[in-house]
């Protein structure tokens, strides 16, 4: 590859060598003081979204917001991953296994950026009830998808999928971190765990659960089924005609 130029720095350029396994495609841009761009053929592997899921519900329960707002901080826990969605073209336009170009080149671009984390808590906040409180939630749960992502997402290739946080206004500052743990390393078993741990414990305490975002009968049979297992918590007596 040809050597960096201008105000590169040589660090970044090694990272973004470095964290690249054997099949990537790295882009040299035509501007010589821009950092390369590291494409990876077929990408399979990144926190698992339902633990991003959890990760929203457990952040927005101590909060005591409207199950529309809840859903909001949810769904924008889980939105960065819908820069995912490329691999659905590829597949219809019948790309062979290791010709991954759209989702190569996109995950953890489009949606992993500090301009999508903007725009996306601008939109919460535009539609939910609660807005500061919302957005403020909506805006950490983005945040703590990157850095889940940084510290917890290698495929077992040992692909890191770096973020250019940055982006679109450079792509010159790449997240990644050696120590960064494999997906199904036990870390993130431990994690998700812990989180529908919480999750659960918040469904038995406050009398609602994830459940409920799509079913508000289902969830309280569900929030019933847990409190007569374990017994209902202090000061909740059963609602009549439940």
Same mark, same amino acid.
């Given at each position: 590859?040809?050597? +960096?130029?201008?105000?590169?720095?040589?660090?970044? &350029?090694?990272?973004?060598?470095?964290?690249?396994?054997?099949?990537?495609? &790295?882009?040299?841009?035509?501007?010589?003081?821009?950092? +390369?761009?590291?494409?990876?053929?077929?990408?399979?592997?990144? !926190?698992?979204?339902?633990? @991003?899921?959890?990760?929203?519900?457990?952040?927005?329960?101590?909060?005591?917001?409207?199950?529309?707002?809840?859903?909001?901080?949810?769904?924008?826990?889980?939105?960065?991953?819908?820069?995912?969605?490329?691999?659905?073209?590829?597949?219809?336009?019948?790309?062979?296994?290791?010709?991954?170009?759209?989702?190569?080149?996109?995950?953890?671009?489009?949606? @992993?950026?500090?301009?999508?984390?903007?725009?996306?808590? /601008?939109?919460?906040? *535009?539609?939910?009830?609660?807005?500061? !409180?919302?957005?403020? /939630?909506?805006?950490?749960?983005?945040?703590?998808?990157?850095?889940?992502?940084?510290?917890?997402?290698?495929?077992?290739?040992?692909?890191?999928?770096?973020?250019?946080? *940055?982006?679109?206004?450079?792509?010159?500052?790449? *997240?990644?971190?050696?120590?960064?743990? !494999?997906?199904?390393?036990?870390?993130?078993?431990?994690?998700?765990?812990? /989180?529908?741990?919480?999750?659960?414990?918040?469904?038995?305490?406050?009398?609602?659960?994830?459940?409920? /975002?799509?079913?508000?009968?289902?969830?309280?049979?569900?929030?019933?089924? *847990?409190?007569?297992?374990?017994?209902?918590? +202090?000061?909740?007596?059963?609602? +009549?005609?439940?």
């Amino acid at each position: 590859p040809p050597p +960096p130029g201008g105000g590169v720095d040589a660090g970044t &350029i090694r990272l973004k060598i470095d964290c690249a396994p054997p099949d990537a495609v &790295i882009v040299w841009p035509k501007d010589r003081g821009a950092a +390369p761009r590291v494409y990876r053929p077929v990408g399979k592997n990144e !926190m698992n979204p339902l633990t @991003h899921f959890f990760a929203g519900w457990v952040l927005a329960c101590p909060a005591d917001l409207s199950r529309r707002d809840r859903a909001l901080i949810c769904a924008a826990s889980v939105a960065p991953d819908l820069d995912g969605l490329g691999l659905l073209f590829d597949i219809a336009a019948g790309h062979p296994e290791g010709g991954y170009v759209w989702y190569g080149r996109f995950h953890h671009v489009l949606g @992993h950026n500090i301009l999508f984390i903007l725009a996306a808590t /601008l939109a919460v906040g *535009l539609l939910a009830r609660r807005r500061a !409180m919302t957005a403020l /939630l909506a805006f950490t749960v983005l945040q703590l998808h990157i850095l889940a992502d940084v510290v917890g997402a290698r495929g077992p290739d040992g692909f890191q999928w770096p973020i250019a946080y *940055l982006l679109p206004f450079t792509d010159a500052v790449s *997240l990644s971190w050696r120590g960064q743990w !494999m997906l199904n390393a036990w870390p993130n078993v431990v994690i998700t765990a812990a /989180l529908v741990a919480l999750t659960l414990f918040a469904a038995w305490r406050r009398g609602y659960s994830p459940v409920g /975002l799509f079913s508000e009968r289902a969830d309280r049979a569900f929030v019933e089924t *847990l409190r007569r297992r374990f017994g209902r918590p +202090p000061g909740k007596k059963k609602a +009549p005609g439940r």
